[in-house]
């Protein structure tokens, strides 16, 4: 991969329960002046997801409110610090107040994360391919913070027609040296770059990438693969 190419797809669609994301994702794209080729991948916003989804709920504005829908939203509480809580999704996501999202939406209301991803993107891919006879990758994103490092950035929340990690365990550095740990998070790396184009407030909730590795691509893997065991996790 010496390229890579990557194009905000802009919709002025406000997106609601039941809405045909995928017709609205090809209209973009027929907007762009874009059709679709083998092994390019599209990446959706989690909150236009989420909106097609019904995984819309009432909120009335009060701190009190928006913790009753974050822990509602929680397994486990890892960290309180005033409204903000660290939290343990269902999905098994470590993140900020669970996901649970006040911007971008209709006064009255926050918005949730999908239900399960990784299945939403496999609908999607699927669909696609159904209406475009192209077989393409789906990636559905979404804004996390990171431990040690400040900013946020965008990350995988699901995946279909992507390895979303490349295992180098096995091979060897340039030097010879055999590398023993490394996996790379590649569908994590797509989504923080396609989110230096999905700018928040330019109705830009799709993306679509060109020029990725063909070994990238293949059925089988799923986001919550990147999900770290909590055996093997330091901070849980």
Known sequence: MSELRLLAL????????????????????????????????LVVTSKVVSKSEGQVVDFDGTEDHKVALVEQESVRVLRRRGGLRITETRHGFINANAGVDLSNTEDGTAVLLPKNPDQSARRLRAEIARRTNVEVAVLITDTFGRVWRQGVT?????????????????????NGRLLEATEVAIADEIAGAANLVLHKAAGTPFALVRGLDESF????????????????????
């Open 10 to 41: 802009a919709s002025k669609v406000q997106v609601g329960r039941g809405d045909d994301l995928v017709a609205i994702l090809l209209d973009a794209l027929n907007d762009a002046g874009e059709g679709l080729s083998h092994h390019d991948l």
């Open 154 to 174: 965008d990350v995988a929340l699901g995946s279909a027609g992507l390895r979303p990690l490349l295992d180098l365990r096995g091979t060897f550095d340039a």
């Open 217 to 236: 691509f293949g059925p089988g893997s799923i986001a919550e693969d990147i999900v770290r065991a909590k055996n093997d996790d330091l901070f849980r």
